[in-house]
């Protein structure tokens, strides 16, 4: 098994921005990549943003140019800084880690962000 501590989300202004954190910890796998998915209400599941331990990323297209994910590779730990963050932006965030080239992958509760004035 494999736990999540997520962190940083919360109620953000349009073009504010946020830090969510993430640490993985228990049974991980190595090597592992690490990254953002997110999901709001009535709307499917959508990446964020991934890592692999090559420092290799991937954007979603909506948060491309305005999202930045890092990791502590050493740590198991994910960091996504967020922003000019838009009311569509609003979802709740999932961390979650994978085993590249394999369908394993595991998910943290998620962290809440709320884009609003």
């Known amino acids: 098994q494999v736990q999540f501590v997520e962190s940083g989300g919360g109620l953000a202004q349009p073009g504010g921005h946020l830090r969510l954190s993430c640490k993985a910890s228990?049974?991980?796998?190595?090597?592992?990549?690490m990254g953002w998915y997110r999901q709001a209400p009535g709307k499917e599941r959508e990446l964020v943003a991934k890592?692999?331990?090559?420092?290799?990323?991937d954007y979603g297209d909506a948060v491309h140019g305005r999202f930045a994910i890092s990791t502590d590779g050493a740590e198991n730990s994910v960091f996504l800084l967020m922003t000019n963050l838009q009311p569509g932006d609003t979802a709740r965030y999932y961390c979650?880690?994978?085993?590249?080239?394999?369908?394993?992958?595991?998910w943290g509760q998620g962290t809440q962000v709320t884009v609003s004035s």
């Open positions: 228990g049974n991980v796998p190595s090597p592992s990549g």
């Open positions: 979650f880690l994978f085993k590249p080239f394999t369908p394993m992958k595991f």
């Open positions: 890592i692999t331990v090559g420092g290799v990323t």
